[in-house]
Each structure stands twice: as structure tokens, then as C-alpha cells.
């Protein structure tokens, strides 16, 4: 029997990250590295094609050099309002570091870098961003059902079912990917922070739960489990 590989899709899958570097080489290979690891990637080379590009796109991050034609990365640092900034440059100075932290840059990595590692960094950085987008995103609906994140409860017409933090975590997540299947591992990644305690043994058991406690409320099966990849949620 031949042998079927299923990739299944990153936590962080067609987010959008902008990389600003006047060096061709440089940019290039982010963008490839970025690419292969299912981002979605803008480009620019200049600070002034960065303030062209951001009327017409808003990226999830942005990997923002400083030595740039026209305006500078120092200068375009002010510019960029609520979306997460790691500058990556060869200045060194830690005053100069320090200045662009307090500034507004999330992080700052040196060139020459690892490419691990800034893959690494970006990966915190959205991920504190969208835990931040989530706690802000406390009611959820699809159809009839409501999920209330604040009161850990889920609502049907007048009927209501309470529900743990861990189980909360999870039916959010599924219900925001409503109709996509979800990894197991991808889901534990993506709930770890709210609840490190779940475990890809104990996940089962919290997913079989909720289907309990959904199916007391409007007779529906609303999770599907599917084989070899991990859960989805249905309307």
C-alpha cells in the first residue's frame, strides 16, 4: 500500500508578514523561508514603498530594517500603528536597541541571523498577537448556538450549558475555524497558552465532553472527528 503524507496546516498558516530590506538577497531569502513555512509574504525596499504598500495592505507582522533608502527604519518606526514590528538590522548599539524597543519595536535581532531563529520569534510575536485579538473576541455564534468566552457558558435559544476553560478554549477555536478540519497538535499549540494542562491524551476526552454538552442543548452533533488529522466543527 503506498504511503499517504498529509502536511497539515500551521497554526499560523496565510498570516501576513511584510519584509522590508533593501537588500535583494536578503529579502529574498526571507521571503522563501517565510513561504515554506505557509506564510502569506508582502516585500518592499524602501521606506517610502513601505507607507505606499500599508494604505493598501495591513500585514499581521512586519520584519523592518533599518538602513533603508529614503525614509529610514528609525523614521518609519513611529508611522506604524498596531501591527507587531521586529527590526532586523546590522546596528549593534545597545542605546540604539534600547531607543527602538521603547520606541515601538517588538524585538530587534541582529544581522547576520539564523533563519531558526527569527522563524522562532515570529512565531511568539503573532502569537501573543493573537492571543490579544482572541480575550478581545468574547462572544461567538454560529446559528442558534452562542458561545460566551467571559462566562464559560454556551447558549441555546433559553437553554444554557456550562462549560470548563479548557473546554472553552477549544470549542473557540474550533468554532473560529468553523468547517475546517483541525489538527490535534495544532489545536494544543494554539490553546497552550490559556491551558497548559491539556494533553493530546486528555484532548479526546474534552472534545467528547463538549459534544455532550452542545447535544443538550439542540440535539446536534457539532464536532466531527476526522480520522488521522484531528477535529472539525460543523453548524
Not at 541571523?113 to 480575550?135: G, P, Q, T, V, W
Request: a negative charge; hydrophobic letters at 40%.
Amino acid at each position: 500500500m503506498k504511503e499517504i503524507h498529509v502536511r497539515f496546516p500551521s497554526p499560523f498558516a496565510m498570516k501576513k508578514i511584510l519584509v522590508v530590506d533593501d537588500d535583494t538577497y536578503i529579502n529574498e531569502m526571507v521571503q522563501k523561508a517565510l513561504k515554506s513555512e505557509g506564510f502569506n509574504v508582502l516585500s518592499a525596499y524602501s521606506g517610502t514603498e513601505v507607507l505606499l504598500l500599508l494604505k493598501k495592505e495591513t500585514p499581521d507582522l512586519i520584519l523592518l530594517d533599518l538602513m533603508l533608502p529614503g525614509l529610514s527604519g528609525e523614521e518609519l518606526l513611529p508611522l506604524i500603528k498596531d501591527i507587531p514590528v521586529i527590526v532586523v538590522s546590522a546596528k549593534i548599539d545597545h542605546k540604539n536597541k534600547v531607543d527602538l524597543l521603547v520606541g515601538g519595536a517588538r524585538d530587534y535581532i541582529t544581522k547576520p541571523f539564523e533563519l531558526d531563529e527569527l522563524m522562532a520569534r515570529i512565531r511568539i510575536h503573532l502569537r501573543n498577537s493573537s492571543s490579544k485579538r482572541d480575550k478581545e473576541d468574547e462572544i461567538i455564534t454560529s446559528g442558534e448556538l452562542v458561545l460566551d468566552v467571559d462566562r464559560l457558558e454556551v447558549r441555546y435559544k433559553d437553554s444554557v450549558s456550562k462549560i470548563t476553560r479548557t473546554e472553552c478554549a477549544i470549542l473557540r477555536l474550533l468554532m473560529q475555524n468553523e468547517g475546517r478540519p483541525m489538527g490535534r497538535n495544532n489545536i494544543l499549540e494554539m490553546i497552550s497558552e490559556d491551558t497548559p494542562d491539556c494533553t493530546d491524551r486528555s484532548l479526546k476526552q474534552h472534545i467528547s465532553n463538549i459534544r455532550k454538552k452542545l447535544m443538550s442543548l439542540d440535539d446536534k452533533d457539532h464536532i466531527e472527528a476526522i480520522y488521522g488529522i484531528g477535529f472539525k466543527y460543523i453548524s
